[in-house]
Each structure stands twice: as structure tokens, then as C-alpha cells.
């Protein structure tokens, strides 16, 4: 079963089942200035788990574009991407945690005939009770499967950003892996840390499209899908497979690279891709002609425009730094005066960190006190 296919199956299940499918919303998120980048699918639903009426109905599903950052210097192994899509189906006060884990049940098992190893539940932790209500549902639907408890930091979720809905999940598990995260939305996490009870419970439920492929084409790792195969026989590495494809996608929702917010973190993946990969057009064409983003998603027209400026920019001056490492500059000259980023000096030359923190923070000092004798003449 194809990527694109089992991402149309998800969504034609949760319609049978009266939801409502919505379109993905662009990577830069419309009315939230809390996160950079859309992160979730239910981002555009923040709202409605708030009380706003929705006007698709109680009941949604939809394939979220999503991008997440924390994880950049994690990108190249197994599973970790900064680009993917989330399938999700939510409820604002439709359904509550009987009719979420069924659906979950049902689809996993039958519709796609895979077998769960376990699943996960919150344990309770701190003034937040123990999920007793999902095992007890999971195992009147299975008697025979293992039930996990986990505390906050594994079986807890949200809110995006400084503030907002959260609540207990309960998650499923194939093949050792986290498939699926079911939150139940029961509070309200204000910035100051304090948990208040929403007025109305709901669900946000959110499984990864690149993660489910996987299971379901029997792939080693996630880069080993039709997701990713056609885009890794030009690029090689798994940096630049990933690291285009999020970039292509940035640029389709009008990102475009500077040395601030979205702007910044775009620029770095460029960059890292173009150390791994100079040949990056190639990469770019896969991503735009792939099947499974047919009929889905726009690309935009000037994205190898964009990226080439960016490159050519780049390429200056690693050119520069690298002539420099061959005199014997060190890191910390590299990064100052030729301004390349610490993780690329690191693709170029060995950097002593502790050596380099040390040097930026005489800098950073000696910068302070020029600043000041500056003010006071």
C-alpha cells in the first residue's frame, strides 16, 4: 500500500464515521504567535477546544503539515525528520474516550490489519489524576492486551506553545514504536504552569503519516518508504533528503531564508544539506514530482530561485572559511568574521566546544565593555 493511498484511507475512515475532513493549514501558523511553525494538527483547531463554535461540525479529520526543530541535530538516524505529516481526527465535545479509542482499535487492526504490541496510558503525576478510564476501555476491547502506565513526560501532552489545551494521552505502540497519540484535552495550562479544567472535554489525536508508512511497507526505517525512496536515489543522504524536503515545503508557504525566526532555521537546513549534497536541484525536482503530493500540495514556482540565492550566498562564504581553515583559523574566527554557523564548522574542522564557549564569552564581554565606554563618550 502507497503513502498516498494509506494517507486517503485514514481520512475516508474518519468520514465514514461522520468527520468532517479539513485541509492541512500552511506551515506558518495563522493566529498563534507562540510557535514558529505549525507543529500539530490540531493548531487550527486551538480555538474550538476553547469554546468557539466550529463551523465544520464537532468532528474533524485531517493530514497536517507539520515542521519540528528541536530535533535537527537528531536528523539522519532511523525515525527523526523535521518535516512530516500528522493524521489526526478531533473532537470538540463530539465524542469523548470510548468512541477515540475504538476508532483507533478498529482502523489499526482492521482496516489495516496491523497488530498492536501494547498501548500506553497517563499513570498520574503531580495534581493530575491516573487515566484509569482509557485501560479499562482498551481492555474491554482486548482483555488480552498489555496496558502500560507512564507518567507526565511520556503519557502527557501539550500545550503548543506557551500556553493552552492538554491533557492525558493514551498511546499505541507497533513493532516497539509510538504509532499513535490519542490526548484527551481536559485542561487548560496557563503561562504560569497552573492547570484549570476546560468546560469542554476534547480530542486531539495525532499519528504520523512517515511512521505509519513504515509499519505498513515493512520498511527498516522511515527513509526506506515510498515517502522517501525516489528523493534519497538523488540525494544520498538522509541530512539532505530530509532537509530539502522540509525546505521545499517552507518555501511553498512563503518562508524564505533570513538570519531571524523561520527565516533562520530554513537557512540552516539549506546549508546543511549543501555540505552533505552540492548538487541540490535534483533533490527539489523529486520532492515537487512526487506521487504521493500530487493533487495535495502547491509548490511554489520560484523555490529553486529561492534556494539558489540562498546557496550562492553561502557558498561565498564557505569558500572564504575554508581557506581560512587551511591557514589555521579556528572555530571561533570562522564563526565571527566569516559568519558560518558552529554546526557547519563542524562538517569542515574539529571545533573544541568547550574551547570555543570559552572565546565567545571573552567576546561577548569585551563587546559589553566597548558598548558601554562607547555610551558614556
Not at 46 to 59: F, M, T, V
Not at 142 to 161: E, H, I, M, Q, Y
Amino acid at each position: 500500500m502507497q503513502s498516498a493511498e494509506i494517507r486517503q484511507k485514514f481520512l475516508d475512515f474518519f468520514e465514514k464515521n461522520g468527520h468532517t475532513v479539513r485541509p492541512s493549514s500552511s506551515l506558518v501558523p495563522e493566529n498563534d504567535p507562540t510557535v514558529l511553525f505549525t507543529t500539530a494538527g490540531m493548531q487550527q483547531f486551538k480555538p474550538y477546544y476553547l469554546g468557539s463554535p466550529s463551523p465544520y461540525g464537532n468532528n474533524i479529520a485531517s493530514s497536517q503539515k507539520c515542521v519540528r526543530t528541536s530535533d535537527i541535530e537528531e536528523v539522519g538516524d532511523d525515525m527523526h525528520l523535521t518535516f512530516f505529516e500528522m493524521l489526526g481526527n478531533f473532537s470538540f465535545g463530539g465524542y469523548w474516550k470510548k468512541e477515540a479509542i475504538e476508532y483507533a482499535h478498529e482502523l489499526i487492526t482492521k482496516e489495516f490489519g496491523l497488530k498492536i504490541d501494547f498501548v500506553s496510558v497517563f499513570g498520574g503525576e503531580g495534581e493530575v489524576p491516573e487515566d484509569k478510564e482509557s485501560a479499562e476501555i482498551w481492555q474491554s476491547i482486548d482483555p488480552n492486551l498489555a496496558v502500560k502506565k507512564f507518567g507526565r513526560s511520556d503519557n502527557f501532552w501539550g500545550p503548543t506553545g506557551a500556553e493552552g489545551p492538554c491533557g492525558p494521552t493514551t498511546e499505541v505502540y507497533i513493532n516497539g514504536v509510538e504509532i499513535w497519540n490519542i490526548v484527551f484535552n481536559e485542561y487548560y495550562k496557563d503561562k504560569e504552569g497552573k492547570f484549570t479544567s476546560l468546560a469542554q472535554k476534547g480530542v486531539d489525536t495525532g499519528m504520523g503519516l512517515e511512521r505509519l508508512v513504515k509499519v505498513i511497507q515493512k520498511s527498516e526505517t522511515v527513509f526506506e518508504t515510498d515517502l522517501f525512496e525516489p528523493i534519497m536515489q538523488v540525494a544520498k543522504s538522509r541530512i539532505v533528503a530530509d532537509h530539502i524536503r522540509t525546505s521545499v515545503f517552507m518555501i511553498a508557504d512563503g518562508v524564505t531564508p533570513s538570519n531571524t525566526d523561520r527565516g533562520y532555521i530554513l537557512r540552516r537546513l539549506l546549508r546543511r544539506a549543501y555540505v552533505k549534497n552540492k548538487d541540490i536541484d535534483p533533490v527539489v525536482d523529486r520532492v515537487v514530482a512526487h506521487q504521493s503530493y500530487k493533487g495535495l500540495y502547491t509548490f511554489a514556482s520560484n523555490t529553486k530561485e529561492v534556494i539558489k540565492e540562498e546557496l550562492d550566498k553561502f557558498r561565498k562564504a564557505l569558500d572564504a572559511g575554508l581557506k581560512q581553515v587551511e591557514k589555521g583559523a579556528d572555530p571561533f574566527t570562522l564563526f565571527t568574521t566569516y559568519g558560518l554557523p558552529l554546526e557547519i564548522i563542524a562538517e569542515v574542522t574539529a571545533v573544541d566546544k568547550a574551547k570555543f564557549q570559552k572565546q565567545m564569552a571573552e567576546h561577548k564581554a569585551l563587546s559589553s565593555v566597548a558598548g558601554e565606554n562607547k555610551f558614556k563618550n
